[in-house]
């Protein structure tokens, strides 16, 4: 108590000194604090996609399956090496004899891996295997993100079932993403050990923001031999300064949402890896009448492709797509896997 006196007393009698070194404390604390946050972010960023370890065995196991008149239709699961739980994928492989060329698709928000049903018949007609892995906490994953005081914020505000996982997934963008890069390259550990799977021929099918996952596992997988960049976007800074979705966020935090973007997602952006991907052929479909991502971003993923690579365009849309354009471009899509 009498050196708290003494302290109180001393500030009271040199109140400019005691201002002086509260500032000066407070400039060193913030600095400290921004260097140290700093130097966390980088170690993050440089570990982004380091949790896949390839001496670890990924093996796959079949929880059910279907004969239907040309394909058998299955779900497999695998112990994912982020999360430690399982990780469900739909799995369509045509009956025909010999190996089969797979196609791994990667979907995009508000998706599931149910999703590929409706065009089972198409990949299985052209002979192509087509393996839909979901991602963390969707799909029959939901419930994997749990942080303390979710439920009791989604009570509160009484946020309906779908803009809950709106939420879920935009607030898990980054580990999302991330990790469904090192578990695509667990699945095609898994497609090496299948008999009837042809793994010189796997291709990556991304639509929307799978599209960051197809082009971040390219950079690091040789295995990946083809891609489809169904509706995506690069340039996260340019797509948070333009995107139509930014009338959602309160007007004061719209200035910074580039600068948010570009130093929290940055190492999960196209823009860094897609001109990796080079030789290897790739295919853009693009939407003409794009409701969130702006022409720009569009442009510039197509602009840091390297050779070769071709583009498609489709009236999609994106945030309510145009399902027959989206089944125009499956048939597309497969029929450039078959031709390229």
């Known amino acids: 108590m009498k050196f708290l006196k003494k302290v109180f007393s001393w500030i009271k009698n040199h109140k400019l000194k005691?201002?002086?070194?509260?500032c000066l404390g407070s400039f060193l604390l913030l600095?400290?604090?921004?260097?140290?946050?700093?130097?966390?972010k980088i170690v993050m960023d440089n570990r982004i996609f380091s949790d896949y370890d390839a001496t670890k065995i990924s093996n796959a196991r079949i929880i059910n399956s279907k004969d239907e008149s040309n394909y058998v239709i299955s779900t497999l699961v695998f112990k994912s090496q982020c999360t430690g739980r399982d990780v469900s994928v739909v799995s369509i492989v045509p009956k025909a004899e010999g190996r089969k060329p797979v196609v791994l698709f990667?979907?995009?928000?508000?998706?599931?891996a149910e999703f590929i049903k409706k065009y089972a018949k198409e990949f299985a007609d052209a002979g192509l295997a087509?393996?839909?892995?979901?991602?963390?906490?969707?799909?029959?994953r939901q419930g994997e993100m749990n942080f303390a005081g979710l439920s009791t914020l989604k009570d509160t505000l009484k946020i309906s079932k779908k803009k809950e996982q709106i939420f879920r997934e935009w607030i898990g963008f980054r580990y999302r993403n991330a990790c469904a890069v090192t578990e695509l390259r667990q699945l095609i550990d898994v497609v090496k050990k299948q008999a009837d799977l042809d793994s010189n021929n796997i291709y990556a099918w991304g639509i929307s923001l799978g599209v960051i996952v197809a082009s971040n596992t390219g950079a690091i997988s040789p295995d990946i031999k083809k891609f489809i960049f169904t509706i995506g976007s690069a340039d996260f800074s340019q797509f948070a300064a333009k995107?139509?979705?930014?009338?959602?966020?309160p007007s004061y935090a719209r200035p910074f949402l580039p600068a948010l973007a570009a130093e929290i997602l940055s190492p999960l952006d196209p823009v860094n890896t897609i001109g990796k991907l080079s030789p290897r052929p790739i295919l853009f479909q693009d939407s003409s009448n794009d409701d969130l991502v702006p022409r720009e971003c569009t442009e510039k993923m197509y602009e840091c492709a390297g050779l070769p690579k071709s583009?498609?365009?489709?009236?999609?849309?994106h945030m309510k797509p145009n399902k027959k354009e989206i089944r125009r471009a499956i048939k597309d899509g497969i029929s450039w896997l078959k031709t390229n």
Do not use: H, Q, S
């Open 311 to 317: 583009r498609m365009w489709y009236k999609i849309g």
């Open 130 to 140: 087509v393996l839909v892995m979901e991602n963390y906490d969707c799909g029959m």
């Open 31 to 40: 600095t400290a604090t921004i260097l140290t946050a700093w130097c966390v």
């Open 243 to 249: 995107t139509p979705i930014r009338k959602y966020f």
């Open 18 to 22: 005691a201002l002086g070194l509260f």
């Open 106 to 112: 990667l979907y995009g928000l508000l998706m599931k």
